[in-house]
């Protein structure tokens, strides 16, 4: 790895504690909780559109994940992040399931209208629609659904050499479109802003075999760049930003990597994945980290 990187996040999180309001879903809430936990945050989960913002107020970053959306999601994702927004907090978003329905692709353009995000962090398909989808909207007006077959990444959007041009060129589109980093997840991932693009290969096929991984990731983003706010001060650079959306989506890899080893030495299988994952993430030191990522500037 010839690239620098604030290695020093990793220690921050940890002295920190930064409090992380997570609106997410309820089939990973518990992981992404604790996920956020093993890397040194502190989580609250809280959805009801009454709470929203005075949750928000006094938390350090404000997670957005639209996996299940209810019937006051959407007033209570845009309370918050108007609240965020105010604050100037950081706000990850994660538009799960982008273009399956025409209620949630037309929420999360909603949401794009009404609230500054500070990251976006989705697999190939979710960004790639959400593009389209962008685009379409300001060309026609309208929203041609359905875009996709579920909240998976389609196996034509996998991220390989021959496509990872095409889909590095997505990323920092829509970075310029949302004024947000990227960060596009597959076997290999995409962060990008509109002037600089990074390439992450860590990470192991165990981890697309459980759900929640991505959720997870978003947990583990948001305490990351919550300590890049307070070690940057109220108004962090994008490439502050965009440092610590890196070096949170490369520290899930290694953990990842070191996770499946663990299972390869005691014979073990996906729900053992899962608490090794956890488990290493909670160990996550600078040191470890310097060694074990695997990183380039395209």
Not at 177 to 184: E, F, K, P, R
Not at 200 to 205: D, E, F, R, V
Not at 270 to 275: I, L, Q
Request: glycine fraction near 8%; include cysteine.
């Amino acid at each position: 790895m010839n690239v620098k990187l604030n290695f020093s996040l990793a220690g921050l999180v940890r002295e920190k504690k930064p409090v992380i309001h997570c609106i997410t879903n309820y089939v990973t809430a518990a992981d992404v909780a604790n996920a956020i936990l093993a890397c040194g945050g502190s989580p609250i989960m809280a959805d009801h559109p009454e709470e929203a913002a005075e949750v928000t107020a006094i938390s350090d970053c404000l997670l957005l994940n639209m996996g299940t959306p209810k019937e006051t999601s959407k007033a209570a994702m845009e309370k918050a992040g108007r609240e965020a927004n105010r604050l100037n907090h950081p706000v990850i978003l994660d538009p799960v399931g982008m273009g399956v329905s025409r209620y949630r692709t037309e929420a999360i353009l909603s949401l794009l209208k009404e609230v500054k995000m500070t990251v976006i962090r989705g697999n190939a398909s979710e960004l790639r629609i959400m593009l389209n989808a962008i685009n379409r909207l300001e060309d026609t007006g309208n929203i041609p659904l359905p875009f996709t077959r579920g909240i998976d990444a389609s196996p034509s959007d996998g991220i390989k050499s021959e496509t990872l041009p095409s889909f590095a060129e997505t990323a920092r589109a829509l970075s310029v479109l949302t004024g947000a980093v990227t960060v596009m997840t597959g076997a290999m991932d995409i962060v990008s802003t509109g002037e600089e693009t990074w390439l992450i290969k860590n990470g192991s096929p165990q981890m697309s075999r459980i759900t929640g991984m991505g959720c997870m990731l978003d947990g583990i983003i948001a305490a990351f760049t919550a300590a890049s706010f307070s070690q940057n001060g109220s108004a962090p650079s994008q490439n502050d930003i965009l440092q610590a959306a890196v070096l949170a989506t490369a520290a899930a890899g290694f953990c990842g990597e070191q996770a499946a080893k663990r299972i390869v030495e005691i014979q073990a299988g996906t729900g053992s994945f899962r608490c090794c994952f956890m488990d290493q993430l909670s160990l996550l030191e600078e040191t470890s980290l310097k060694g074990g990522i695997n990183v380039e500037i395209l």
